[in-house]
């Protein structure tokens, strides 16, 4: 029962690591290990002459061999950009098509280079990330203006004014209609008010339908690692199925399945700790689509019909669109369900309220390190009995080794003996033979859905503990928590009672090394929790053993 006992913690543990591979897969938009492929939603493409009929996916001058779109002129387009500085945002307006063509945060500093910020949209080679709408259909008088159509921008400031706001608008007639595109920035706020206003300049009704879409290049973001890897890809949700999350090698496939009508919801592309998303109005008929366009590039979006619009009348759509860091409470107030693009995985039940404990713990701390050892010892204390209960029957065990010994030699021959005797000593000493694995069971969840909140939590990202330890999200640079981890295992295994057979006590020893290995992958932050836990389970172990110990 002893080499059972701790084959069963390492096995928890062993799990415990599967599980963490899995969830990486999950995060990153792959298959699960432990459940068949979803059942089919919906088709994948919703009218299809509609989504055929949308422009090229970006301006044709910024990608090499795109073609035009069709009836676009053949001539390059002039291109003015107009720059809005707000107190979180730089970004450039493309008069090419009305597209903003870069956002920099102000607030958040790029992972890979710290001396810049960080940047979400961009056209900068093999990576593209753009936010472009524009109008579908035809006039008598030809397409209607779309993303790759020239604008021109109206004169005004281009900082926040007196309002807290700051306002670009930009004007292009095409096909006998003028769409009038607003951009409404504002202080403090990462919502882009984004409005369409549609004039029917012939002689005719038309019918335009507004496409609002977001490109992205099918790449991983710089720096993601194997064991510190989030998801990247579309994401959508609507009132019927909430939360859906695509990958870009189904949509490359044609197998991406996903609501493809609503008359509500948002779209939008996670990037690990951020997001961008169009928020359309609600109960607005739409059409939601996905698309490869080639050249490793993809696309998801909505097109929503506007109506017919009679001659010389004007028909305008307010949307939203949301572009910044993945933080709980502000997307919980920008519109339902985006705080789901947060993703916890299977965790969530356990990562909500674990996060929400730190969030307390970090504003009297502030400091996440420190969070972290507050949240390690505050799970110690609430699970100390259990913890306690456990070390008492790792003592006990220890006490009555010579014992276990002596039964050993008395019925090596005869192991059903063995066991009947061994459970007769355990009953007479009021020993819980499983009682050793209740410590590291009880941690097991704690330790999973830490992992995931730290994948997650951009409020973590880039945040220092002290010296060495500058980004809680990413892997100790020089090691120092990962051997700690194999120093402190390394003790409790000389506290716990030792295998009779040495060769299952030199893998005990072994195992801690192979873990702390792994461990030099794993955000330090999720290694400084397992320390800390090492560090007040010894102490606990320690005294626990001490006080079962026999007299000399």
Same mark, same amino acid.
């Given at each position: 029962?002893e080499?059972?006992?701790?084959? %069963?913690?390492?096995?928890?543990?062993?799990?415990?690591?599967?599980?963490?591979?899995?969830?990486?897969?999950?995060?990153?938009?792959?298959?699960?290990?432990?459940?068949?492929?979803?059942?089919?939603?919906?088709?994948?493409?919703?009218?299809?002459?509609?989504?055929?009929?949308l422009?090229?996916?970006?301006t *044709?001058?910024?990608?090499?061999?795109?073609?035009?779109?069709?009836?676009? *002129?053949?001539?390059?387009?002039?291109?003015?950009?107009?720059?809005?500085?707000?107190?979180?945002?730089?970004?450039?307006?493309?008069?090419? @098509?009305?597209?903003?063509?870069?956002?920099?945060?102000?607030?958040?500093?790029?992972?890979?280079?710290?001396?810049?910020?960080?940047?979400?949209?961009?056209?900068?080679?093999?990576?593209?990330?753009?936010a472009?709408? @524009?109008?579908?259909?035809?006039?008598?008088?030809?397409?209607?203006?779309?993303?790759?159509?020239?604008?021109?921008?109206?004169p005004?400031?281009?900082?926040?004014?007196?309002?807290?706001?700051?306002?670009?608008?930009?004007?292009?007639?095409?096909? @006998?209609?003028?769409?009038?595109?607003?951009?409404?920035?504002?202080?403090?706020?990462?919502?882009?008010?984004?409005?369409?206003?549609?004039t029917?300049?012939?002689?005719a *009704?038309?019918?335009p339908?507004?496409?609002?879409?977001?490109?992205?290049?099918?790449?991983?973001?710089?720096?993601?690692?194997?064991?510190?890897?989030?998801?990247?890809?579309?994401?959508?949700?609507?009132?019927?199925?909430?939360?859906?999350?695509?990958?870009?090698?189904?949509?490359?496939?044609?197998?991406a399945?996903? $609501?493809?009508?609503?008359?509500?919801?948002?779209?939008?592309?996670?990037?690990?700790f951020?997001?961008s998303?169009f %928020?359309?109005?609600?109960?607005?008929?739409?059409?939601?689509y996905?698309?490869?366009?080639?050249?490793?590039?993809?696309?998801?979006g909505?097109?929503?019909?506007?109506?017919?619009v009679?001659?010389?009348?004007?028909?305008?759509?307010?949307?939203?669109?949301?572009?910044?860091?993945?933080?709980?409470?502000?997307?919980?107030?920008?519109?339902? @369900?985006?705080?789901?693009?947060?993703?916890?995985?299977?965790?969530?039940?356990?990562?909500?309220?674990?996060?929400? $404990?730190?969030?307390?713990?970090?504003?009297?701390?502030?400091?996440?390190?420190?969070?972290?050892?507050?949240?390690?010892?505050?799970?110690?204390?609430? =699970?100390?009995?259990?913890?306690?209960?456990?070390?008492?029957?790792?003592?006990?065990?220890?006490?009555?080794?010579?014992?276990?010994?002596?039964?050993?030699?008395?019925?090596?021959?005869?192991?059903?003996?063995?066991?009947?005797?061994?459970?007769?000593?355990?009953?007479?000493?009021?020993?819980?033979?499983?009682?050793?694995?209740?410590?590291?069971?009880?941690?097991? *969840?704690?330790? +999973?859905?830490?992992?995931?909140?730290?994948?997650?939590?951009?409020?973590?990202?880039?945040?220092?503990?002290? +010296?060495?330890?500058?980004?809680?999200?990413?892997?100790?640079p020089? =090691?120092?928590?990962?051997?700690?981890?194999?120093?402190?295992?390394?003790?409790?295994?000389?506290?716990?009672?030792?295998?009779?057979?040495?060769?299952q006590?030199?893998?005990?020893l =072994?195992?801690?090394l192979?873990?702390?290995v792994?461990? +030099?992958?794993?955000?330090?932050? +999720?290694?400084?929790?397992?320390?800390?836990?090492?560090?007040?389970?010894?102490?606990?172990?320690?005294?626990?053993?001490?006080?079962?110990?026999?007299?000399?």
């Amino acid at each position: 029962m002893e080499i059972n006992k701790r084959t %069963i913690l390492w096995i928890v543990f062993a799990v415990s690591l599967v599980v963490l591979w899995n969830d990486w897969m999950v995060a990153n938009g792959k298959q699960s290990m432990f459940s068949a492929a979803p059942p089919a939603k919906v088709a994948t493409a919703p009218t299809p002459t509609k989504v055929n009929d949308l422009p090229a996916a970006t301006t *044709p001058s910024t990608v090499p061999g795109a073609a035009p779109a069709a009836g676009a *002129p053949a001539a390059p387009v002039q291109t003015q950009i107009v720059t809005v500085t707000t107190d979180v945002y730089k970004v450039d307006i493309d008069t090419a @098509g009305g597209v903003i063509r870069r956002l920099e945060l102000l607030q958040y500093r790029d992972k890979i280079d710290p001396t810049k910020n960080q940047v979400l949209f961009q056209n900068n080679g093999a990576r593209v990330y753009l936010a472009q709408t @524009g109008l579908t259909g035809a006039s008598p008088a030809g397409v209607l203006p779309n993303h790759n159509t020239p604008f021109t921008v109206r004169p005004g400031a281009r900082t926040l004014d007196a309002n807290n706001q700051v306002q670009v608008v930009l004007d292009a007639e095409q096909g @006998g209609v003028r769409l009038t595109k607003t951009f409404t920035f504002k202080r403090n706020d990462y919502v882009i008010d984004v409005r369409h206003d549609v004039t029917n300049l012939t002689q005719a *009704p038309v019918s335009p339908s507004l496409y609002m879409q977001l490109q992205h290049d099918g790449s991983k973001p710089e720096g993601d690692t194997f064991f510190n890897s989030s998801y990247t890809g579309p994401t959508l949700w609507t009132s019927q199925n909430h939360y859906e999350k695509l990958t870009f090698e189904k949509i490359a496939k044609g197998s991406a399945e996903h $609501t493809s009508k609503a008359t509500d919801g948002w779209i939008a592309i996670s990037q690990h700790f951020f997001v961008s998303a169009f %928020i359309a109005p609600e109960k607005v008929q739409r059409d939601i689509y996905t698309k490869s366009l080639g050249n490793n590039l993809f696309a998801i979006g909505e097109i929503l019909p506007l109506g017919t619009v009679a001659p010389g009348a004007t028909i305008s759509n307010a949307s939203r669109l949301y572009s910044g860091p993945q933080v709980q409470h502000i997307l919980e107030n920008v519109t339902p @369900g985006l705080d789901l693009v947060r993703d916890y995985g299977w965790a969530a039940i356990i990562a909500k309220p674990i996060f929400w $404990t730190m969030d307390q713990l970090h504003k009297m701390t502030g400091n996440w390190g420190w969070t972290i050892i507050a949240l390690t010892i505050l799970i110690k204390l609430l =699970f100390f009995p259990l913890s306690a209960a456990g070390y008492r029957s790792m003592a006990k065990m220890k006490t009555v080794t010579p014992k276990m010994q002596a039964i050993r030699e008395r019925f090596k021959n005869d192991p059903v003996k063995m066991q009947q005797a061994t459970m007769e000593l355990y009953k007479s000493e009021k020993i819980n033979p499983l009682g050793g694995c209740l410590p590291i069971l009880v941690q097991m *969840p704690v330790f +999973l859905a830490l992992y995931w909140v730290l994948l997650a939590s951009v409020e973590m990202r880039g945040a220092p503990w002290v +010296l060495w330890i500058h980004d809680l999200t990413a892997p100790d640079p020089y =090691f120092i928590l990962p051997i700690l981890y194999a120093i402190s295992m390394f003790v409790t295994q000389k506290l716990n009672p030792q295998p009779a057979d040495p060769m299952q006590a030199k893998m005990m020893l =072994f195992m801690p090394l192979a873990f702390s290995v792994v461990f +030099l992958f794993f955000p330090s932050g +999720l290694v400084l929790y397992w320390v800390v836990n090492n560090l007040i389970s010894m102490a606990q172990q320690y005294v626990i053993t001490k006080k079962f110990a026999p007299a000399k």
